[in-house]
């Protein structure tokens, strides 16, 4: 039981990063039916951007609050993966909107490469050891065989997520940028008669998931303790895995699909085998879209005549 509750502190810390990025490809997939692939990629930039900016504020401008030092690593990576974000959307999705379905997807793709390569040729292929953060544990119990524990790094994670969840929540459903988010997903030309700037609004909701990813990038870095430029691609496919999971679309679905994953993943790993945690996911990815193919919070995708 003791191993049961530990192995549940971990998959849900560790499910609350995936549905962070989870988020942006909903998002995106909701307004104009296209996966970002290039979006598990902007998770791993924004990771970097975080580890250089917590680099500079503790190193170099001798800031010794941890708290402080994790307040402002946050806000720099939101500002600058957001802005990333935005460019990729000008230069490389937005005049390919109108052309045929796979362009974008091969844009995504090729963006996603880049982004890779480009880390990768910046910042070196080596992993990038992270100075320790928050170390202290708390211990749930004690004088057992098997000792449970709650980390000061699982305690942000997953209040840092549930407020930034909840904050989002609120601006998708009660803020003017929330209804013309709304309306382009249901369609974007009426939208546009309507007098809603359609390309403004795209382009802040890749700007919203951006900053989301980066708020996954800074968490998945401090619970870690380490950066690679290859980071962006497993957990990029398993927060898309999740959003499939929960019902590509759905915000309280892509949520909910990477909180299952990262029990999946967590608890797979505890009781069978660590090799094969990422078949245990997709195969149950697989098994849902079987009998829901919608995900299980989707809606079925209606053709507009």
């Known amino acids: 039981m003791a191993?049961?509750?530990?192995?549940?502190?971990?998959?849900?810390?560790?499910?609350?990063?995936?549905?962070?990025?989870?988020?942006?490809y909903t998002m995106v997939f909701?307004?104009?039916?296209?996966v970002n692939f290039a979006h598990g990629d902007v998770f791993m930039v924004s990771a970097f951007v975080a580890f250089?900016?917590?680099?500079?504020?503790?190193?170099?401008?001798?800031?010794?609050?941890?708290?402080?030092?994790?307040?402002?690593v946050l806000i720099i990576a939101m500002i600058i993966t957001g802005l990333w974000n935005w460019t990729i959307e000008r230069l490389a999705y937005r005049p390919l909107r109108g052309?045929?379905?796979?362009?974008?997807?091969?844009?995504?793709?090729?963006?996603s490469i880049f982004l890779s390569n480009f880390v990768q040729v910046i910042q070196g292929p080596r992993n990038k050891p992270v100075p320790p953060m928050f170390t202290d544990v708390i211990h749930l119990t004690t004088g057992s065989d098997y000792d449970i524990t709650l980390s000061y790094k699982q305690i942000l994670i997953m209040v840092v997520t549930s407020v930034l969840l909840a904050c989002f929540w609120w601006v998708v459903q009660k803020t003017s940028l929330g209804r013309a988010q709304r309306a382009c997903e249901?369609?974007?030309?009426?939208?546009?008669?309507?007098g809603i700037n359609v390309d403004r609004t795209i382009a802040l909701t890749f700007v919203i998931g951006a900053a989301l990813a980066a708020v996954a990038g800074t968490l998945y870095m401090l619970y870690y303790g380490v950066v690679s430029f290859n980071d962006g691609f497993v957990p990029g496919v398993k927060a898309f895995t999740a959003a499939v999971l929960g019902g590509?679309?759905?915000?309280?679905?892509?949520?909910?699909?990477?909180?299952?994953?990262?029990?999946?993943?967590?608890?797979?790993?505890?009781?069978?085998?660590?090799?094969?945690?990422?078949?245990?996911?997709?195969?149950i990815l697989a098994i849902t879209l079987?009998?829901?193919?919608?995900?299980?919070?989707?809606?079925?995708?209606?053709?507009?005549?």
């Open 30 to 34: 909701g307004i104009i039916g296209m």
């Open 99 to 111: 052309s045929f379905r796979l362009a974008p997807l091969i844009s995504a793709i090729g963006m």
């Open 52 to 72: 250089l900016s917590f680099l500079v504020l503790t190193q170099w401008l001798g800031i010794t609050s941890l708290v402080a030092a994790f307040v402002l």
């Open 248 to 283: 590509i679309g759905s915000l309280p679905g892509a949520v909910i699909g990477g909180l299952l994953i990262g029990l999946i993943e967590t608890f797979w790993s505890a009781y069978f085998s660590s090799d094969y945690k990422d078949v245990a996911a997709f195969s």
């Open 290 to 305: 079987i009998f829901m193919p919608s995900g299980l919070l989707g809606r079925p995708d209606v053709e507009k005549v």
């Open 186 to 194: 249901q369609d974007r030309k009426m939208a546009a008669l309507l």
């Open 3 to 24: 191993n049961f509750l530990q192995q549940l502190i971990n998959g849900l810390t560790l499910g609350s990063i995936y549905g962070l990025i989870a988020i942006g």
